[in-house]
């Protein structure tokens, strides 16, 4: 009976801990995510290569168009357009983190200001892989849209 009584703590122990890694770790990639908005905010190259690798890809879908315009660039791209006299704030409405062996999923519906007038809405989905023991976004994917925006707010 002892020995059955420690098996079951062990269990529940190694539980415990794994559920706390986890929350670690989905602590972590909603930082990176956030220094990514930062960066942006402020217009921050360093901060950018920092969360971001110069390789990763940027998908577009524009739809505030008909039809749908869809536009790939690289995150090294954006450091040559970043800095301008616009001021750019993205705000994150929610964030789901989903996180696999190495890989990780943030679904974030946001809006955007440009010089502080709303501008659009529209969902995030950044992928993440982590290197050298830091996660680093590798691929940004995103909705541009006019309409709809507080349905996303509830989401």
């Avoid at 992928?127 to 023991?133: D, H, R, S």
Wanted: with cysteine.
């Amino acid at each position: 009976m002892k020995k059955l009584v420690l098996i079951l703590a062990l269990t529940l122990c190694f539980d415990c801990f794994s559920q706390e890694i986890e929350k670690t770790e989905v602590a972590a990639v909603t930082a990176v995510v956030n220094q990514f908005f930062e960066a942006l905010e402020k217009q921050d190259t360093v901060l950018l290569k920092q969360v971001a690798s110069m390789e990763g890809q940027i998908w577009t879908v524009n739809n505030t168009v008909s039809p749908a315009r869809q536009r790939m660039r690289s995150f090294s791209d954006d450091l040559k357009t970043l800095i301008s006299q616009n001021s750019y704030l993205e705000t994150p409405l929610s964030m789901d983190v989903k996180i696999h062996k190495g890989m990780a999923m943030a679904w974030v519906p946001y809006e955007f200001r440009l010089n502080g007038e709303f501008s659009h809405c529209g969902v995030d989905v950044f992928t993440l892989i982590k290197k050298e023991e830091a996660w680093k976004i590798i691929f940004l994917s995103y909705t541009i849209e006019k309409e709809s925006c507080e349905q996303l707010k509830t989401k």
